[in-house]
């Protein structure tokens, strides 16, 4: 296993979107505010459907939100 | 806390006390000599009333509180979350009945084999509720 990890811009692109909530990003892309929390920490990798739709909601591509870092 | 980790610690606190008794009840009958095992279905009938009754309850207030966020449908991490817990608590279900029959080879009573198997399928319950706890206070990741 490679040190690497998922990281994401999730909190910055809710804050470029008129400081989305959780809630609201949650309710477009069926998750719970908590799932979005768990996400934003690194707790919990969605699936990759998943991902497309959170990129979708902000209108940027899968490379934007998630990245894939570290060694 | 999410709804469903709320329902989790309903669950597990409904079953913690409810077969608590139930168990230290048997327990009690046992230490006093031969059971009735026809007494078996009169504890059952109070253990099946009170879950019932902690649970409803439970999640009425529960689910009056924040009603915005009281859904039964889980989402996919919920979903990753129940499957790993049901995985646990199927191999302590396992263990629990292997050890539950092994034991009647060296001493049988048709009121401890049904015990013990009781037993086994409620400490997998209980296991499975604290590791969906668990899954979603510390992530799965």
């Known amino acids: ?71 | 806390m999410s709804f469903q980790e709320k329902s989790r610690w309903i669950a597990l606190t409904a079953n913690l006390i409810v077969w608590g008794w139930y168990f230290v009840t048997v327990a009690g009958l046992l230490a006093a000599g031969a059971p009735d095992e026809r007494g078996l279905l009169g504890l059952l009938v109070p253990v099946i009333i009170g879950i019932t009754i902690i649970n409803i309850i439970g999640h009425i207030i529960v689910a009056a509180l924040k009603p915005s966020e009281a859904r039964t449908e889980l989402d996919e991490r919920e979903k990753a979350i129940a499957r790993r817990a049901a995985a646990a608590g199927y191999h302590i279900l396992c263990l629990g009945i292997l050890i539950a029959l092994g034991s009647t080879l060296y001493y049988w009573s048709a009121f401890v084999a049904v015990n013990a198997v009781m037993l086994a399928f409620i400490l997998a319950e209980c296991v499975r509720y604290s590791i969906e706890i668990l899954s979603f206070r510390r992530g799965l990741a």
Do not use: C
């Not at chain 1, 804050?15 to 690194?42: D, P, S």
């Open chain 1, 1 to 71: 296993m490679s040190g690497k990890r998922l990281t994401n811009t999730i909190r910055v692109l809710r804050f470029h979107a008129g400081e989305m909530t959780q809630g609201e990003l949650g309710e477009r892309v069926g998750l719970t505010r908590q799932t979005i929390a768990a996400i934003e920490q690194g707790k919990y990798s969605p699936t990759l459907e998943t991902a497309f739709r959170i990129a979708d909601v902000f209108g940027v591509t899968l490379e934007e939100v998630f990245r894939w870092t570290g060694d």
